[in-house]
């Protein structure tokens, strides 16, 4: 086999009902320089079986398997897949996602002709667990273009640092630079690499933005982002501030301090402890719904009353609805 021009790397855990999505979706692209590394984390399911399947038939998937390591190791996946990789170019497409057809051929164009440019992104639906239901286009265009292309370099840390409004499944990466920083990036306890890599990638170089949808996420109740809230948060606020400590000249002519940073992730874990606290009901978990209630009530002084006060009833459903769901 010819050495690809794309590296797909795939993490994939217990994904025995979405994998075949996620390969065929790879497959049906129009740009065909390409190959997947699928690293199974230790699956319960027929997801390593599935894997084998489409490696069986296609030379370019290639499949390895390990003892579950989860995702507060998550880096430590997606480097060794980062290491087994001949592409010039690293894309992501985990097991439960997929792609459109053109997503590859565009986002390769772009790169080839910015040598600038270390990193290639664009839109995708969120969307329902069997894909039949469209939640919308991720993200909108409330921000100013230089966010989007990183232009001048670092420009889009003034957004990144607050937030993530690049999806993982739509980026394409210079595999020169992500090497450059040392692979993916996972600090502070996150379950996840994405957004500290997009940092660390918007310190060399220049952004391309595809103003069209290239993929689709499944949307899940059990997804990273309501299981783990407060822990993302948390980790989101101390990369936020070790940032800013490496380059204060820089983040001050923004107007960003640290004292900006704290109150504004402050409100946040006030919010999100709340929000955390209500997925925990849901799951009838009332003893940790009750602890969440009480940080949202009792941490970061008077900011977010409504918050405060709608943790305070949340606590009293707590009391309640191990009675009335008996």
């Known amino acids: 086999m010819n050495m690809p021009l794309v590296s797909i790397i795939t993490p994939t855990y217990n994904h025995e009902k979405y994998l075949a999505d996620c390969i065929r979706s790879a497959q049906a692209q129009t740009f065909s320089s390409w190959e997947m590394i699928v690293v199974d984390d230790g699956s319960m399911d027929n997801t390593l079986q599935i894997a084998h399947s489409f490696a069986e038939q296609d030379r370019r998937i290639r499949v390895f398997t390990q003892k579950n390591v989860g995702i507060f190791r998550l880096a430590e996946t997606y480097n060794f897949a980062l290491g087994q990789s001949n592409g010039k170019y690293i894309a992501v497409l985990e097991g439960d996602d997929v792609w459109l057809p053109e997503k590859l051929a565009q986002q390769t164009q772009t790169l080839e002709t910015d040598d600038n440019a270390v990193l290639s992104w664009g839109k995708a639906y969120g969307v329902s667990i069997d894909l039949s239901e469209n939640y919308g286009l991720y993200p909108n265009l409330k921000y100013e273009a230089k966010i989007f292309t990183n232009t001048p370099v670092k420009s889009a840390l003034k957004e990144l640092l607050f937030s993530n409004y690049i999806p993982a499944l ?127 009530i009792t941490n970061f002084g008077l900011k977010k009353i409504i918050w405060k006060i709608r943790s305070v009833f949340g606590i009293i459903k707590s009391f309640i609805y191990p009675i009335i769901k008996k």
Not at 189 to 205: A, C, F, K, M, Y
Not at 240 to 251: G, V
């Open 170 to 296: 739509t980026v394409l990466i210079r595999k020169t630079a992500l090497v450059q920083i040392g692979g993916f990036v996972q600090k502070f306890n996150l379950p996840l690499v994405d957004l500290p890599t997009w940092q660390e990638l918007s310190l060399l170089g220049t952004f391309t933005f595809v103003n069209e949808p290239v993929g689709k996420w499944r949307v899940s109740p059990n997804q990273v982002t309501k299981t783990y809230t407060i822990q993302m948060i948390e980790g989101v606020y101390q990369q936020a501030l070790y940032l800013c400590q490496q380059d204060e000249p820089f983040f001050q002519s923004l107007g960003i301090t640290e004292p900006k940073i704290q109150h504004h992730f402050q409100k946040r874990l006030i919010v999100n402890y709340c929000h955390s606290a209500n997925f925990k009901l849901v799951r009838r978990d009332y003893i940790g719904a009750r602890k969440d209630f009480t940080q949202s």
